[in-house]
Each structure stands twice: as structure tokens, then as C-alpha cells.
């Protein structure tokens, strides 16, 4: 596709419910990102897949949190057992992994509320 | 924690140049810096990017100092729809793989 896409857009849910969040990155870019941001903060670095590799999942703030990447495109996102620390904008973005000159492509987000 | 340092605000009148600094004392010599910015409710976008040359495309320019601790992201002409959030990073080019954290940014308004 021509960017990189995130659905559904905006999600509500409740509290102990278990939500997925999917990410579809460019054609070809084999590195994908996901970031969270809060109100009002930066944007919090949760987990990066590339290619084969195995995924760098340090930023992910708790076991509730998980995140897989089939065929190296498409990404989901669970988060289980929602709590509404976890409402926020959940981003998703990608690179080319040779030659970044142009950065991190992102997607508009994912707005979970958990309520 | 975020590799670089920018102040949390910034106001600008309509058709002047924004100048937005951002520090990054601890880059490393393989090390980019990255400009993005964030209009609400949108994901980030990029801007512009660069090494130790100073960088100029249609939407900025990119002045890095001559001991690349710091830099300028400059927009000519500020009009009211660069009004954002603008965060600068720093990361591996070329392909290596980092974890890059992105600060709070700068909210530059610019004013009519």
C-alpha cells in the first residue's frame, strides 16, 4: 500500500477485556515499529520487528502486552486483561532496513479507550 | 530515555522562520539526526534528516553544528499548518537497528 495502515482507528472497550490492534506497514519494509503515546506525552517504544530476527520486545510494559508479525508484513498488537492506564494512541511504523533515508514511515494510530 | 533534548514550546508568527533547536551532545559518529513532526491527531511525519552536512528539502533546512551536538530545523515561511508538535531524534542510518525513543518534543504555535 501506500502508507502504512492501522486498524480500527479508534477503539473503546472495557476494563479486563482483550483487544488487538493491527498494522499494516509499507510494501517491502522490513522493519516495524510499534509506539504508544499518552495524553499529552512522547512516544513510548514498545517493541520493533526485523525481518527474521527476533523481535526487540524491551518496551513492552508488562506481560499483558504482546505482539506478533506474520509473513514479516502484518502486525497485531494484544494487549489482554485492558486496564485504563493502557487507554492511549497506539502507533505503528516501518522502514526500509537498508538505507534509511527516509526514517520511520508511521501510521495515524489506533485510539484505545478502555473504560 | 530520549538521546536528545528540545525546550516544550515555541511560538512563531505567520510568515517569519521557526528555528527549533534540539541537543544531542552523546550522537555518535554513526548516528543521524531525524526530524519529524506531529500535527494532532495524526502519526508523525518526516521531515528531514541528516549526518554532519547541513540538509535542505522542500518542507525545511537542517543546520548541524560543526561538533554535531546540536542542531536547527528551520522553516522558512511559517504558515499556520506547521502549527505541531516537532520532535527531534537521533539514530543509526544505513540500516542498523536501534531502539529510538521519542522525547515530548516541541510545540511550536504559530501565530497569525
Known amino acids: 500500500g501506500a502508507g502504512v495502515s492501522q486498524s480500527p482507528s479508534n477503539k473503546v472497550t472495557e476494563k479486563g477485556k482483550d483487544v488487538e490492534l493491527r498494522c499494516d506497514p509499507i510494501?517491502?519494509?522490513?522493519?516495524l515499529y510499534w509506539y504508544r503515546q499518552s495524553l499529552g506525552q512522547g512516544l513510548e517504544f514498545l517493541i520493533y520487528?526485523?525481518?527474521?530476527?527476533?523481535?526487540?520486545k524491551s518496551g513492552l510494559p508488562s506481560d499483558r502486552f504482546s505482539a506478533e508479525r506474520t509473513g514479516g508484513s502484518v502486525s497485531t498488537l494484544t494487549i489482554q486483561r485492558t486496564q485504563q492506564e493502557d487507554s492511549a494512541v497506539y502507533l505503528c511504523a516501518s522502514s526500509f532496513r537498508q538505507g534509511a533515508n527516509y526514517g520511520y514511515t508511521f501510521g495515524s494510530g489506533t485510539r484505545l479507550t478502555v473504560v | 530515555d530520549a538521546k536528545t533534548t528540545q525546550p516544550p514550546s515555541m511560538d512563531c508568527a505567520e510568515g517569519r522562520a521557526a528555528n527549533l533547536p534540539c541537543n544531542h551532545s552523546?550522537?555518535?559518529?554513526?548516528?543521524?539526526v531525524y526530524w519529524y513532526r506531529q500535527i494532532h491527531s495524526q502519526g508523525p511525519q518526516y521531515i528531514i534528516h541528516g549526518l554532519k552536512n547541513n540538509e535542505t528539502n522542500e518542507m525545511a533546512s537542517l543546520i548541524i553544528t560543526e561538533d554535531r551536538k546540536s542542531s536547527t530545523l528551520i522553516l522558512p515561511h511559517a504558515t499556520l499548518r506547521d502549527t505541531a508538535v516537532y520532535y527531534c531524534?537521533?539514530?543509526?542510518?544505513?540500516?542498523?537497528?536501534?531502539?529510538?525513543?521519542f522525547g515530548i518534543g516541541t510545540k511550536l504555535q504559530v501565530i497569525p
Open positions: 552523546t550522537i555518535s559518529g554513526n548516528e543521524y
Open positions: 531524534i537521533v539514530r543509526v542510518g544505513g540500516g542498523g537497528y536501534q531502539k529510538v525513543t
Open positions: 520487528f526485523q525481518g527474521n530476527s527476533a523481535p526487540d
Open positions: 510494501s517491502g519494509h522490513t522493519a
